[in-house]
């Protein structure tokens, strides 16, 4: 089965600096989601984004982060200037219809220091 | 107040025992995810339910909307079924997942 892959599988940066974090999904895939996971606690709803725009947000989603799909592929979460508490895991997870089930990528560790 | 709730929190079972898992949720949804969590921290989608009972091999989920509850079961349980369970509902108008604290399954030999 066609998996989603995420790059890279773990980053560590300074804190301030930016990271892009990719997700390639399957080509069918209509929704995006972005999910992170800090350490030791539950998965927590980033963002979703269908048809080139955010469709829905949560309150962490604040103006250090963005989305876009630059080629029509990949997806792209960027952080632009990381804080020591995004120090998560994120996960990507497209389907390719409202109601279809969700595939989740393997996940980006993400480390800042 | 947790939106989703999952007991219990951690499960040792021996193998070949069934083990069930339960999940309640306070909000209205469009469906219940299940989702293993592997000690890597990758994560499968295992079943996606509205309504009524799917089952996959040794696994088998239940969903009963009027009383907002949900049940994981595995039957023969395995060593490598030793996992972070963890349950989700999608309530929004837009696809996302809330989500459970999970519950860590081990299943010794």
């Known amino acids: 089965e066609p998996e989603v892959t995420q790059t890279p599988s773990h980053q560590v940066t300074q804190m301030g600096q930016e990271v892009i974090l990719r997700c390639v999904p399957i080509s069918n895939h209509l929704y995006f989601y972005w999910y992170r996971q800090i350490l030791g606690q539950k998965v927590e709803f980033l963002v979703s984004f269908y048809n080139n725009e955010i469709s829905e947000k949560s309150e962490i989603f604040d103006d250090q982060f963005s989305v876009e799909r630059p080629d029509g592929s990949n997806f792209t979460l960027k952080i632009r200037s990381t804080k020591l508490e995004d120090s998560a895991m994120y996960f990507c997870a497209p389907k390719a219809g409202r109601n279809s089930p969700l595939h989740f990528g393997n996940g980006t560790r993400l480390t800042v220091t | 107040k947790n939106e989703v709730e999952q007991s219990p929190q951690n499960l040792t079972a021996q193998e070949g025992e069934f083990i069930t898992i339960n999940c309640s949720y306070s909000?209205?949804?469009?469906?219940l995810h299940w989702l293993q969590q592997h000690p890597g921290g990758g994560i499968v989608s295992l079943f996606m339910l509205s309504s009524g009972k799917k089952k996959h091999g040794r696994l088998i989920a239940t969903i009963n909307i009027q009383e907002k509850h949900s049940s994981l079961h595995i039957t023969a349980s395995h060593p490598r079924d030793s996992a972070v369970y963890i349950c989700a509902v999608e309530g929004g108008s837009q696809g996302n997942l809330i989500f459970g604290k999970g519950t860590k399954l081990s299943v010794k030999p």
């Open positions: 909000v209205g949804i469009s469906a």
